[in-house]
């Protein structure tokens, strides 16, 4: 069973970049399709990013059109979501999840398998 831990979260300013990062172990990243979600206080988890299993289909919410970029690295069994211009309300608990499958989706129900989220704060 595959397990994922994401990193890279942080304290930032608005405009700021952070890139988070999500290794797999116990199975290689190449088995999966993967998605980036998030949960604001008092809200509840939102699909973020997504990207297949070949890495050549990537989804995004409407909100983060051309700041975020969703990627992945099978040889080092990571992907990454790369934040540009962060605002304030894009502080959030991050999580990474994964799904065997070719695809990802934005539907947090289709992933089986999540991390325990890392904490980014954008600070005005």
């Known amino acids: 069973q595959v397990q994922l831990v994401e990193s890279g979260g942080g304290l930032v300013q608005a405009g700021d970049s952070l890139r988070l990062s999500c290794t797999t172990s116990?199975?290689?990243?190449?088995?999966?399709?993967m998605g980036w979600f998030r949960q604001a206080p008092g809200r509840v988890r939102e699909f973020v990013a997504a990207?297949?299993?070949?890495?050549?289909?990537?989804y995004y919410v409407e909100s983060v059109p051309g700041r975020f970029t969703i990627s992945r690295d099978d040889a080092k069994n990571a992907v990454y979501l790369q934040m540009n211009s962060l605002k304030p309300e894009d502080t959030a608990v991050y999580y990474c999840?994964?799904?065997?499958?070719?695809?990802?989706?934005?539907?947090?129900?289709?992933?089986?398998?999540w991390g325990q989220g890392t904490q980014v704060t954008v600070s005005s």
């Open positions: 999840a994964a799904r065997i499958a070719g695809f990802g989706s934005r539907d947090q129900l289709d992933y089986p398998y």
């Open positions: 990207i297949s299993r070949t890495g050549g289909l990537k």
């Open positions: 116990g199975d290689t990243s190449s088995n999966y399709a």
